[in-house]
């Protein structure tokens, strides 16, 4: 079973640029799909990018233009480049299996100021 840690989160203001890592461990890891998802306070987390094992990009209609989704599975890795961040963006980030498992790690919090 693949564990996921993210990374790379913090305070910036709006139009900034964030970049999200989320490290893997497990054997399986390459064969994933791998989202990105966000929850904002008093909102119900949502799917916010995925990638496929080849690299093939989804994203949610409200980042579209502004975020990119990448992985390397050398480096057993998924990242999220959020560029031209907006005070909507805040929100605690996670990673998981696109579906998502049932366990979910700790996130890390990004918030934009306006």
């Known amino acids: 079973q693949v564990q996921l840690v993210e990374s790379g989160g913090g305070l910036v203001q709006a139009g900034g640029s964030l970049r999200l890592s989320c490290a893997a461990s497990?054997?399986?890891?390459?064969?994933?799909?791998i989202g990105w998802y966000r929850q904002a306070p008093g909102k119900q987390r949502e799917l916010v990018a995925r990638i496929s094992s080849r690299g093939n990009t989804n994203y949610a209609d409200s980042v579209k233009g502004r975020f990119t989704i990448s992985r390397d599975n050398a480096k057993n890795a998924v990242y999220l480049q959020m560029n031209s961040l907006k005070p909507d963006d805040t929100a605690v980030y996670y990673c998981?299996?696109?579906?998502?498992?049932?366990?979910w790690g700790q996130g890390t919090q990004v918030t934009v100021s306006s």
């Open positions: 497990g054997s399986t890891f390459s064969i994933n799909v």
């Open positions: 998981n299996n696109f579906p998502a498992l049932a366990s």
